[in-house]
């Protein structure tokens, strides 16, 4: 049986007058970056604690033991429909006074039910959809929001994007000095969505790098192996295989699809330098001014996994790294 019962917590007013509302029913979270644990003795109270907090979108829970799992705007993408079981509670909009009814909650059949989130920092609205895999999909849009002077903006599934590169020829940086400089300037060390964004770092780093780079140079991009996937016995877990890239952690949480990662061939090779190789560079070549063309004719911009703790080295020399961060509020909005 299908559960048809909304919980009409609280009516809060957010722009466009609409109010948000929490609809639940059976499933559970398929597609995530991010859920926060709550302790609550009920599920009623899990719901509500989700209405309370102003950037969660969905509340989840299995019915024995109670498990409150909340999922704040833009880290979730889909929900997959169950029958019994585990509960999910979305937190929706409805222009009206009364519960809508049919089928299907929270769209209902196969219609559209969206939300909307302000914050000081985030002006979020999203829409919830359903397909016939009985996957409920959400995807978001910020609005009136744009990159700065010197950034680039990106589409994505969960986001619009904007990106830099950083580096100079004669400037060495670990993984950590990356992270570093991205966190200093409010920005995460950046993973590659698209092909696009991975085109876009590899042009910006050879136009800041310049003919002068130094042999085999790279930038860092996001990605960092799971320990797991690097100590004994790695071998036997499917995620740590191959260019599978579940066995990396990413400071850039904002991706849904890895796209923009394009490996040369025979990598990632852990260590076949004999040094664990445990994070993810992105190469800097091309024909006019690699200094070992044509011996390495691999594309520039491919993926590679590199020691995080060495900026330089007779292998390869890292001189910069890509930052990421959402767009901003125009500062005359």
Same mark, same amino acid.
């Given at each position: ?120 920092? #985030?002006?979020?609205?999203? !829409? +919830? =959809? *359903?397909?016939?895999? &009985? ?5 978001? $849009? ?22 830099? #590169?950083?580096?100079?020829? !004669? +400037? =060495? *940086?670990?993984?950590? &000095? ?5 966190? $200093? ?149």
């Amino acid at each position: 049986m299908h559960i048809h019962i909304m919980y009409l917590l609280f009516v809060i007013l957010i722009p466009k007058m609409l109010s948000l509302q929490m609809i639940v029913t059976y499933g559970k979270p398929t597609n995530f970056t991010d859920a926060t644990s709550f302790s609550e003795s009920s599920w009623e109270s899990c719901v509500e604690e989700c209405y309370l907090q102003n950037t969660c979108v969905l509340a989840y829970s299995p019915t024995s033991p109670l498990n409150c799992q909340l999922y704040p705007v833009n880290r979730i993408f889909s929900v997959q429909k169950l029958y019994s079981t585990d509960l999910v509670a979305f937190k929706v909009t409805n222009s009206t006074a009364t519960c809508p009814t049919g089928d299907n909650p929270p769209t209902f059949g196969n219609l559209t039910n969206y939300g909307s989130i302000s914050t000081d920092l #985030v002006d979020y609205t999203y !829409s +919830v =959809s *359903y397909g016939s895999d &009985d996957t409920w999909s959400l995807s978001y $849009n910020l609005t009136g929001r744009v990159c700065a002077d010197g950034w680039s903006m990106f589409v994505r599934p969960t986001t619009n994007w904007c990106l830099q #590169v950083f580096g100079s020829p !004669s +400037v =060495s *940086y670990t993984q950590a &000095d990356a992270i570093h400089n991205c966190t $200093n300037i409010g920005t995460v060390l950046s993973g590659l969505e698209t092909l696009d964004e991975r085109d876009f770092v590899a042009a910006g780093a050879l136009t800041l790098l310049g003919a002068g780079y130094p042999e085999f140079a790279a930038v860092w991009v996001s990605g960092m192996r799971k320990p797991e996937c690097y100590s004994d016995g790695w071998e036997n877990l499917a995620e740590c295989a191959g260019t599978n890239m579940e066995q990396f952690t990413y400071t850039d949480t904002y991706m849904a699809n890895y796209a923009g990662y394009t490996w040369d061939p025979n990598t990632p090779d852990r260590n076949s330098t004999g040094v664990w190789q445990n994070c993810i560079q992105m190469w800097i070549r091309i024909e006019s001014v690699s200094p070992d063309f044509p011996y390495d004719t691999n594309p520039n911009g491919n993926s590679d996994d590199a020691t995080c703790n060495v900026a330089d080295s007779d292998d390869f020399s890292l001189r910069g790294f890509a930052c990421g961060k959402l767009p901003e509020i125009p500062a005359d909005a």
